[in-house]
């Protein structure tokens, strides 16, 4: 059986250490990968990766990462924004894996309370009455059990007019009732990067814009890679005991840095798309789930929206920057609407955004749905360990097993340490909540404003605002939303961000979210995001034309 969680949270602070440009910070990073010989290489920057590197730096390893893009530009920005079980995974027999997953939420609950949070979702109830009602709750008990009301509480039923009131656009017809159950909600991007600073703030080395083209080798024995610095052009060896290729679907390249080196797994790449709309447009009392054929399509509540997917079929196109297909937002407009009397058309979607999963995949699949989710850790070569498959809930079991792959015997006495290491900016709740009163009061934050920065950056938001008060940066970004100017300034200075797309798209999540893409904006967040970096007018005219263009194409309504 899993042990109870129980982990005592406070609150995640370090002395501040003396402030360096960030340019300068990254510079200092890069002379330490090519002169420093490490424990333990990452490639890749997404959630798995930042994971490993948490964990091999709280095993008192020498750890750094390296990402070709941002810190979870890829499939870890690109979620349906659920920390969970599964309940779909019940329908194929996949009790471990459940139980597995719904043990990590109830521990990310408590190590990152800012960024993952309890929601309730409706379950609507349709078809033969009793036979409906006492399948589902069968399934329902069964997520309890497995481990969902330790820390979400049991299910409770709804009837035909309670569910009503839940969601009055409910399609009527054959509606039995519903069922309400807790799941766990999360900023995936900031979860990822979260992950990252607290491993930086106790000591791992972790830069972007760096990737790695090929594999150094001594003999049978991997020892290292080439990369290259894309921002300065230059490209330098990095020398470790050993690589963990955790580069998610980009494994499935047959050009990949290690692809000579016995693979043995596949990856097969599943395309999930959302649909991002108003949340005035559909009435409902919080989240619901959508049984269709095959799988599920969840509505996630987001502070002014709903997130709505998620899509799963094989994709054989480019893996940078994905995009949802017409075919996929006509299919989730279809399931709003026939589940709903909503009436929902295109022009009312905000935006879209698309994710690739890094299946595991097996010979013979022909569909993504029935693959599992169950990750895989392999030895392939001396020196070489790569991951792969897994869902985002599970994260901190992927990074801890790869570690242990790494480590081989060595596991055993240096064990993982993550399930008692808070988050960067966590605290306990109801510090959260006091921390959100007092920031309510500050002149330019307002309570939206106070409640929108403690979620995403726990008890540091007071140095948030304290940092743009001292800028004079204490004003919204966009008019009319909760999103400061001072979070750009912030996000260059101490979270790794070098572009416009960086803060728009995965700092703030606006980038999918505001109609325009951040058209209105991208002038002040490239002059602000210029003022730090050292970009001259025609550099921020080009950054924020670059950044539109980006946005455009992997944001927008797809159409016909």
Request: avoid cysteine; proline fraction near 5%.
């Amino acid at each position: 059986m899993t042990a109870p969680v129980s982990v005592q949270v406070h609150a995640h602070e370090h002395p501040a250490p003396a402030h360096r440009p960030p340019l300068a910070v990254r510079g200092a990073d890069l002379e330490r990968l090519a002169n420093e010989r490490w424990d333990l290489l990452i490639v890749g920057g997404g959630i798995v990766g930042a994971g490993a590197l948490l964990d091999a730096q709280g095993r008192g390893m020498k750890v750094a990462l390296i990402e070709q893009d941002d810190v979870a530009s890829g499939t870890s920005s690109r979620s349906s924004r659920l920390i969970h079980g599964g309940l779909r995974y019940l329908e194929q027999y996949h009790f471990g894996l459940v139980r597995e997953a719904l043990h990590e939420r109830a521990l990310l609950l408590e190590l990152a309370p800012h960024l993952v949070r309890l929601e309730e979702f409706l379950f609507a109830l349709y078809g033969t009455p009793v036979i409906t009602r006492a399948f589902f709750t069968a399934g329902m008990t069964l997520y309890d059990l497995l481990g969902s009301a330790k820390s979400g509480g049991r299910h409770h039923h709804l009837t035909l007019g309670t569910t009503l009131e839940w969601a009055p656009n409910l399609n009527r017809k054959n509606l039995r009732g519903g069922i309400v159950y807790h799941d766990g909600m999360e900023d995936d991007a900031r979860l990822a990067l979260a992950v990252v600073l607290t491993a930086r703030e106790l000591g791992a080395t972790a830069v972007t814009r760096v990737r790695a083209t090929a594999a150094l080798r001594d003999g049978d024995r991997i020892t290292g890679a080439t990369v290259t610095d894309l921002l300065g052009g230059t490209s330098f060896d990095v020398h470790a005991d050993t690589v963990l290729d955790a580069t998610g679907v980009w494994g499935s390249k047959a050009d990949r840095p290690f692809s000579g080196e016995g693979a043995t797994f596949s990856v097969l790449p599943s395309r999930g798309s959302h649909l991002i709309v108003p949340r005035d447009r559909i009435p409902a009392k919080g989240g619901m789930t959508i049984r269709v054929p095959g799988k599920v399509v969840f509505m996630v509540p987001w502070p002014r929206h709903w997130v709505i997917g998620t899509t799963d079929d094989p994709f054989h196109g480019p893996l940078d920057r994905p995009s949802a297909s017409v075919p996929e937002v006509d299919k989730l407009l279809d399931t709003v609407n026939t589940t709903l009397d909503v009436g929902l058309d295109r022009s009312e979607i905000l935006g879209t955004f698309a994710g690739l999963r890094p299946l595991v995949a097996p010979s013979d699949a022909g569909s993504t749905v029935k693959v599992s989710r169950e990750h895989k850790v392999a030895v392939e070569a001396p020196g070489l360990v790569r991951i792969s498959g897994g869902k985002y809930t599970t994260y901190r079991l992927m990074a801890r097993d790869a570690v242990d792959a790494v480590l081989g015997a060595d596991a055993v006495k240096r064990p993982s340490t993550t399930a008692n290491l808070p988050i960067s900016g966590a605290a306990a709740r109801s510090d959260l909540e006091a921390m959100a009163i007092r920031l309510a009061a500050e002149p330019g934050v307002g309570e939206e404003g106070a409640r929108s920065l403690v979620d995403r950056y726990g008890i540091t938001a007071k140095d948030v605002v304290a940092f743009g008060r001292e800028r004079d940066l204490l004003r919204p970004i966009v008019a009319g939303h909760a999103y400061l100017e001072a979070e750009v300034a912030w996000a260059v200075e101490h979270e790794l961000a070098m572009s416009i797309d960086d803060i728009l798209a995965r700092r703030m999540r606006l980038a999918m979210a505001l109609p325009d893409r951040g058209e209105s904006i991208a002038a002040r967040v490239a002059s602000i995001t210029g003022d730090v970096l050292g970009w001259d007018e025609g550099r921020q005219a080009a950054e924020a034309a670059a950044y539109l263009v980006g946005a455009h194409r992997e944001f927008d309504v797809p159409s016909d």
